[in-house]
């Protein structure tokens, strides 16, 4: 079975940090890129970070460059998000996605980025 989980999620304050981890299962990691997406309230999801399933390249939204970072362990089945600097509009549920043949989803995390 297929699993996607997120974990990490929480409420900060503005300038704070976090770090957002999303455990795979059930199919072969290190064949699949990764991404993390988020949906702020009332707004479509968007691409945070991807990274390549070797993990030899990345990409980032403009909004979130240098200030966050993308990475996995394929030894560990598991990707991650440093975020920095986080402001109130990077508020929203954190989302995993797995990429190759198939496309599978985490059931996301909530960041909330509050005083």
């Known amino acids: 079975q297929v699993q996607l989980v997120e974990s990490g999620g929480g409420l900060v304050q503005p300038g704070g940090s976090l770090r957002l981890s999303c455990a795979a299962s059930?199919?072969?990691?290190?064949?699949?890129?990764m991404s993390w997406y988020r949906q702020p309230p009332g707004k479509e999801r968007e691409l945070v970070a991807g990274?390549?399933?070797?993990?030899?390249?990345?990409n980032y939204a403009e909004s979130v460059k240098g200030r966050f970072t993308i990475s996995r362990d394929n030894a560990k089945n598991t990707v991650y998000l440093e975020m920095n600097s986080l402001k109130p509009e990077d508020t929203a549920v954190y989302y995993c996605?797995?990429?190759?043949?198939?496309?599978?989803w985490g059931q996301g995390t909530q960041v909330t980025v509050s005083s």
């Open positions: 996605k797995a990429r190759w043949i198939m496309a599978y």
């Open positions: 990274i390549t399933s070797v993990g030899g390249s990345t």
């Open positions: 059930g199919f072969t990691f290190s064949n699949y890129a």
